[in-house]
Every structure is written in structure tokens, then in C-alpha cells.
Nanobody, 124 residues
Framework: VQLQASGGGLVQAGGSLRLSCGISGHIPGNYIMGWFRQAPGREREFVAAMRWNGSSRDYADSMKGRFTISRDNAKNSVFLQMSTLNPEDTAVYYC??????????????????WGQGTQVTVSS
């Protein structure tokens, strides 16, 4: 399984970006798609997650109402729509896949497949 994240870039505060994560290869059974981010000098943090069938979604508190995770099965892709961006959202964003339980969705250590990351920079 390989993941390819894209869609990052430079945006002004208040702007929007849509990140994409293309999935190649077959992921058997149930799994969780997640987005994480890592800013310079900081630990990787949870952004959003969604069950493989789209039945559940979750977001970090600071992203609720601003970010939306979705998927397109036909394109085998997962998306992260980000709006009302602020400079604190500047980070490298990663998509990832977990085969663990939903209760562990915010833990980066349970995700077994990772994309290469895409840089998001929000200017003030």
C-alpha cells in the first residue's frame, strides 16, 4: 500500500486548501484513514480521521468546524478540506492508514501506512 499526499501550498490567513491522498494497493478489511500534521519543532499531531466506510469521522478540537475529511471510493482517494486557515495551521500534513480500533484513531503510532507529507504554509 502506498499513499501519496498532495494539494499543499501557500495561502493567506482566512483562506482555504484541499489536500488529497491517493491510495494505491488494496487495504483488506476495516481500516481508518487519518490526517496528521507536524510543525517545525513540534510533535506530530492528530488532525482528522474517518472509518473506511465513512460511517464515522472525528477531528481535533481546533479543527472542528474548519476542516472536513471525506473520501471518493471511485478515485481511491481521501481528502481534507481546510478553511479559515490561520498561521498556526502551518505544518507538513500527512495522510495515513490504521488497522487498529476506532478508539485509537488519534494515536500516530497505530498508523501503519504513511504518505510523504505535503507542506501547508499560512501567511498572516
Amino acid at each position: 500500500v502506498q499513499l501519496q499526499a498532495s494539494g499543499g501550498g501557500l495561502v493567506q490567513a482566512g483562506g482555504s486548501l484541499r489536500l488529497s491522498c491517493g491510495i494505491s494497493g488494496h487495504i483488506p478489511g476495516n481500516y481508518i484513514m487519518g490526517w496528521f500534521r507536524q510543525a517545525p519543532g513540534r510533535e506530530r499531531e492528530f488532525v482528522a480521521a474517518m472509518r473506511w466506510n465513512g460511517s464515522s469521522r472525528d477531528y481535533a478540537d481546533s479543527m472542528k468546524g474548519r476542516f472536513t475529511i471525506s473520501r471518493d471510493n471511485a478515485k481511491n482517494s481521501v481528502f481534507l478540506q481546510m478553511s479559515t486557515l490561520n498561521p498556526e495551521d502551518t505544518a507538513v500534513y500527512y495522510c495515513a492508514v490504521s488497522r487498529s480500533i476506532w478508539g485509537a484513531r488519534t494515536r500516530s503510532d497505530v498508523y501503519i501506512y504513511w504518505g510523504q507529507g505535503t507542506q501547508v504554509t499560512v501567511s498572516s
